[in-house]
């Protein structure tokens, strides 16, 4: 059942990815999307972690993520 889920995300994503997006759109900025996608695999390795030592680094790397993205979204100018 894990695996029919995963997959199941898997393919969300790719096809949110070949959706046309609109031009003002955040998402289309490459570092912000790049951010992303690295924070979306830190949740991914989170929940298979079974190891303290590596659910704490997961959990200091997924800080440090949310922390970029937000210093990001207060560097951009509103619009």
């Not at 695999?41 to 993205?69: C, F, I, P, Y």
């Amino acid at each position: 059942m894990a695996r029919g889920f995963e997959s199941k995300s898997v393919a969300d994503q790719q096809e949110a990815a070949m959706s046309p997006r609109p031009a003002g759109d955040k998402s289309t900025d490459p570092q912000r999307r790049s951010l992303e996608l690295a924070r979306t695999d830190v949740v991914h390795r989170l929940e298979g972690a079974t190891s303290v030592a590596h659910r704490e680094m997961l959990q200091r790397a997924l800080a440090d993520l949310d922390e970029r993205l937000r210093r990001l979204e207060t560097a951009r100018p509103q619009e």
